[in-house]
């Protein structure tokens, strides 16, 4: 792996008080062929993200001019692949909230996601070396917003984790084909609740302008009979 991993771990003697993150800029892992790789679709979209938004010299960057993302998260080995890249960019650390599917039950590996997801939340939103910061974060999209959940899942989803539901206009579910959008949600000094959230979509340009570049919930377009990538 090009990225040096991390395993993460709530800190310890973390103050329980929020010491929030500036800004989270949350995206889904790119278009996968199965349970372990990224499509060649979903590879693509990984070096462009580099090229066009989130790498160190990124055409239309999301970081303001003179800052860099303090650290970039992941969860799975579909994340790890998506924000290798992006990360090699910054020389960062990948901060890896392990969850590995090989040998797991589906309903086994969807709950450690959960409880993962919620761990890296309340890291988010408590460890001093964020406040004031910006943190990429890279998750399968059922754990960011799922709204066909039963309550005390959907509490452990990144949407309520991270008190995006006390804002209005935050979707309740990430859609099955939507690979192409960033999440990008900003807080207060001191404050866990956001003060504002907005959706971006990814627009391509140049080589990578065939990347699928669907709206919101409408489908991508790509044929699993005619690609690598899986429905």
């Known amino acids: 792996m090009a990225a040096t991993l991390s395993v993460a771990a709530l800190a310890a003697g973390v103050s329980a008080a929020a010491a929030t993150p500036a800004r989270l800029i949350i995206l889904r892992h790119g278009e ?3 349970a372990y790789r990224l499509c060649e679709t979903g590879r693509q979209r990984a070096r462009a993200l580099v090229k066009q938004y989130l790498g160190k010299e990124a055409a239309n960057s999301l970081f303001a001019p003179g800052t860099a993302p303090e650290a970039v998260y992941t969860i799975s080995i579909h994340t790890i692949e998506t924000a290798s890249p992006l990360a090699n960019s910054w020389d960062l650390p990948l901060v890896f909230y392990s969850v590995i599917p090989a040998g797991k039950e589906p309903r086994l590996f969807d709950s450690d996601l959960a409880k993962r997801t919620k761990q890296a939340a309340e890291t988010l939103l408590t460890d001093p070396r964020f406040d004031g910061k910006t ?62 959230f907005r959706m971006e979509k990814q627009v391509f340009t140049g080589p990578f302008a065939q990347l699928p570049q669907n709206d919101w919930g409408q489908p991508d377009g790509l044929d699993p009979a005619e690609t690598d990538c899986a429905d």
């Open 32 to 34: 996968k062929a199965d």
């Open 135 to 196: 943190v990429i974060v890279v998750w399968e999209h059922d754990h960011i917003a799922d709204a066909s959940l039963p309550p005390e899942r959907r509490a452990l989803t990144l949407r309520y984790a991270l008190n995006l539901d006390r804002l209005p206009g935050v979707p309740e579910t990430w859609p099955d084909q939507t690979y192409d959008y960033f999440w990008i949600v900003d807080y207060a000094p001191g404050s866990p609740v956001p003060t504002s």
